[in-house]
C-alpha cells in the first residue's frame, strides 16, 4: 500500500510538471497570435474553442452549470481572470516576471493559512522585484502589475475550487463545465477588442494553442491534485517561473541578466520554504 502510495505521489508530480510545460510554452507560442489579434480577443477565443474541445469529449450534464452550482461557476470565473489578466500581463512585462507575480497568489494563500511562515512571502516579494530589473532599468508598469496581480488572485482561487469540483462531478465534467463558463464570461472581448479579425488559419492555430493552454493544464492538474496532496502540489508549482523564463527565452529571446536570476532563485526558494512544511 505504502509503494502504491508513492506511485501515485509520482505519477500525480509528472501530470503537475506536464502542465506546467504546456501552459508555459503555450503561452510563449500565444504571444504572437495576441500581438496581431489584441490579447483579449486572442485569449477569449481560446477559452471558447478550449471549452468546445472538452465539452465533445465528456458530454457534462449542462444542468449543473445552467442551476447555478456556486464551485463551477466560481472555477469558470477564475479560469478566465486568471488567463485574462495573464495574458494582458504579457503585453508589458517579461513571460517569467509575470508568471512570478501571479506565483504570489498561491503564496500568500499558503501562508495565509500559517502566519509563521511571514518571511517567505517577502522573500518572494524582493525576488519578483529582482526579476523586474532588466538592462539597467526596472520594469514598472502599473498596468501590467495591475493585470498580473488579478491573475495571481484569480490563481489563488482557482487552486481552491479546481480540487472542489473534482468532488463536486466525476472525472473531468467539472473542469469542462468550468471552462464554458469561463468561455462565455470572456466571450465578449472577441467583438469589443480592437484588433485584426482572425482568419481560418488563424483559428486553426488558436484551435490547437488551446489545448496547450488552458485546455490540457486544467485536466493534468485536477488529475495531479487527486493523485498528490494540495501542499505537494504547491511545492510543484514553485517551478512554474523557471519554466516560463525558459520558454521566454528559447522561443521569444528572453534572456534573463545575472540579477533576473538571482531573483528567480528567491521566488523558487521562498515557494519551497513556505510550502515543503505542509505535504
Known sequence: MAGRGR????SGAALALASMCCAQFGAALSQPAAQS???????????????AFLWLWRRPPLRRALRGEPVLLGLGLAMAGLLLGFFAALRTLPQGLTVAI???GPLALAWGKDRRRWPWPMLALVGTVLLARREERWLIDVAGLAWAGLSAACWAVYIVLLRRAGEVCRDGDGVALALLV???AAAPWIWLDGGAWPDASMLLRLAGLSLL???????LELEA????????FGVLMSLEPALAVSAGGLLLGQTPAVVQQAGLA?????SLGALAGKR
Not at 506511485?7 to 509520482?10: D, I, K, L
Not at 493552454?213 to 485536466?219: D, I, K, S, V
Not at 528567491?266 to 521562498?270: E, I, K, Q
Open 102 to 104: 501571479t506565483l504570489l
Open 225 to 232: 491534485l487527486r493523485r498528490m496532496p494540495a501542499a505537494s
Open 7 to 10: 506511485s501515485r505521489a509520482w
Open 182 to 184: 469561463a468561455a462565455l
Open 266 to 270: 528567491l521566488v523558487v526558494a521562498a
Open 213 to 219: 493552454m488552458p485546455a490540457l493544464p486544467c485536466l
Open 37 to 51: 489579434l489584441g490579447v483579449f480577443r486572442a485569449t477569449a477565443l481560446k477559452l471558447v474553442f478550449a471549452a
